[in-house]
């Protein structure tokens, strides 16, 4: 029982990395005119324009089902499933990053929200180091 109950417990350093990660995509990113706009508005705004095309079309449709992967992270990492709840919580950090770094590239003023994301990727980055860490050496 001890088992189930620590790999639970290891698995909080992941849903709570891209918890954070959730909650800055939904606050705001990017100030347009007199318009905050989270990393969601930005997305359904940039494909309403049509100025996504190839993998970054196919991204933002992905990231608008993020939500979804944020719930599948804390299942997995409720069920004990460490490494599948890193694994899509990675993609999600990474996925984040990107939009995160486009955003503070582009000419919107950055606002609070992009800060809080890449805060939640810096603490999935330590869960990697935490995993790392409590993989026993082969001997």
Not at 14 to 40: C, E, H, K, Q, Y
Request: glycine share 10%; hydrophobic share 55%.
């Amino acid at each position: 029982m001890k088992v189930i109950e620590k790999a639970r417990t290891w698995s909080l350093d992941v849903t709570v990395s891209v918890l954070i990660v959730l909650i800055g995509a939904a606050l705001p990113w990017g100030r347009s005119g007199t318009a905050d706009r989270s990393s969601f508005e930005l997305v359904r705004l940039a494909r309403r324009l049509d100025v996504l095309d190839g993998g970054a079309a196919t991204a933002a449709k992905l990231w608008l089902a993020m939500p979804l992967v944020v719930a599948a992270v804390a299942v997995a990492g409720a069920a004990g499933h460490r490494r599948l709840a890193l694994t899509l919580g990675t993609a999600t950090a990474a996925a984040g990053v990107g939009l995160a770094a486009a955003t503070y590239r582009s000419p919107l003023l950055p606002r609070f929200g992009l800060p809080v994301t890449m805060a939640g990727a810096g603490l999935l980055t330590l869960a990697w180091v935490l995993q790392a860490m409590s993989v026993p050496a082969d001997g």
